[in-house]
């Protein structure tokens, strides 16, 4: 199953609706701070809703515990970035898959750039920057999900 982590994230009603998102598909989130908010249930609240208790996070005291942690696992590192021509639609994601969101305002630093195992793009119309960062983790989470079959099966479903 892919995770998905945060690098530093600025917004904490982007978190909240991807800890949502991840609670509805069953996806850990792995937290990288500092964060540009306190991690708290006020501050989640409102775009989590009451998804907030049944999604499963982790926090990680800055991206050196995150990598650690990561590389402990022998998990691949995928980066979305608007620096790379690779669409993600086009790349052969695994289960273990961790796809790395950068912070809202400035992305990734340079070096966790180019400590990253995959670096992947959405493509966009001419003359666009980028799209809100849960919405390109929705996109790409769900391709990860799909090519890995491991969308969440319902009781009943085979």
Not at 45 to 51: C, E, L, N, Q, V
Not at 92 to 105: A, V
Request: hydrophobic share 40%; charged share 25%; with cysteine.
């Amino acid at each position: 199953m892919p995770d998905i982590a945060l690098y530093q994230p600025d917004i904490p009603q982007n978190t909240g609706t991807i800890l949502r998102l991840a609670a509805c598909l069953n996806v850990t989130v792995h937290i990288i701070e500092p964060a540009g908010f306190p991690i708290s249930d006020s501050a989640l609240k409102r775009a989590g809703m009451d998804y907030l208790e049944r999604a499963a996070m982790k926090r990680h005291i800055n991206f050196e515990a995150f990598d650690s942690w990561r590389r402990d696992q022998n998990r691949r590192l995928l980066l979305l970035t608007t620096k790379t021509d690779l669409a993600y639609t086009d790349f052969e994601y695994q289960p273990g898959d961790i796809l790395l969101m950068g912070r809202e305002s400035t992305g990734v630093p340079k070096d966790i750039h180019a400590l990253a195992d995959g670096r992947l793009t959405i493509p966009m119309a001419d003359g666009m920057r980028s799209l809100n960062v849960a919405v390109s983790t929705g996109m790409v989470l769900g391709e990860a999900l799909r090519q890995t079959q491991a969308f969440p099966k319902r009781a009943g479903q085979s």
